[in-house]
């Protein structure tokens, strides 16, 4: 007997609301359990949340926070330019493309007229 897409629809909504009030009923105990292991062997939220250094592996001392964030900050040096309009306007050819390059696209110019030519 073949069953139509509705009533396999209703029958996975009935089982979603059960698996539902079955997963909420047995929370209290996972949660009353894991209190019990933590108290247990008298586990930190360190202990559980930290994330510990790989062994073998020694900090350096350029490891710490402010070598880090000088290291982030630090300037990436430019692109070389390799599109250039007769204003003077240039782009890397690398991001999203400048205003004026899409304008000169639209204006009838290609790619090619826009690319700058080795001297």
């Known amino acids: ?16 609301k059960e698996a539902a ?3 909420a009923k047995e929370v209290g105990g996972v949660i009353q359990r894991i209190k019990t292991a933590i108290a247990f062997y008298g ?10 250094p790989k062994a073998g592996r020694v900090p350096k001392a350029e490891d710490s926070q402010p070598a880090r964030k000088a290291k ?3 300037k990436k ?3 070389v330019i390799k599109y250039r ?4 306007n240039s782009w ?10 899409k304008a000169a696209i639209e204006g009838g ?5 826009l690319l700058l030519k080795p001297a």
């Open 1 to 16: 007997m073949a069953r139509s897409l509705a009533t396999i629809q209703r029958q996975i909504e009935k089982l979603q």
């Open 72 to 74: 982030a900050m630090k």
């Open 85 to 88: 309009d007769e204003l003077g």
């Open 92 to 101: 890397s050819g690398h991001g999203k493309r400048p205003g004026w390059f």
């Open 109 to 113: 110019k290609t790619a090619e007229d």
């Open 43 to 52: 586990l930190t939220p360190a202990d559980l949340f930290e994330v510990k």
């Open 77 to 79: 040096s430019p692109s």
């Open 21 to 23: 009030a079955v997963k």
